[in-house]
């Protein structure tokens, strides 16, 4: 709702009960229901304005034309002919080359140096 977890709500729900008492806590949030009401009918109205003001001046088929050019963009084109039809994370992973061997079928290691002291 605003972020607020059910624990944050039932606490402050005690907290209005004892604060506010039992006989008026109804009519409080019958009032706090409406005026919530009446924010969001706003804020809907609001929004269907600014959609219809968008349609008016033709910001969709402005949004359709850079959308449709940037597809067109070249970089668009190399990333989708390297990555094909998938995506990358669904392409196969390379497998590991083998550890060399020592001949015997074991594999090799690395020869130990050791350091002279220099003293």
Do not use: C
């Not at 019958?30 to 219809?52: H, I, P, S, V, Y």
């Not at 001046?57 to 084109?77: C, F, I, T, W, Y």
Request: charge should be positive; proline fraction near 7%.
């Amino acid at each position: 709702m605003f972020g607020i977890s059910w624990y944050e709500m039932a606490v402050i729900s005690v907290i209005a009960l004892i604060v506010i008492g039992p006989k008026d806590l109804p009519r409080i949030l019958r009032t706090l229901g409406q005026w919530m009401g009446k924010a969001q009918r706003l804020a809907n109205e609001f929004r269907r304005g600014l959609d219809q003001m968008a349609k008016e001046s033709g910001v969709d088929e402005v949004k359709r034309q850079v959308e449709k050019a940037a597809s067109l963009h070249p970089a668009n084109q190399v990333k989708k002919a390297v990555l094909g039809t998938g995506t990358a994370a669904s392409a196969p992973a390379a497998s590991p080359a083998p550890a060399p061997t020592n001949g015997t079928g074991a594999t090799a290691t690395a020869p130990e140096t050791t350091r002279a002291s220099g003293a």
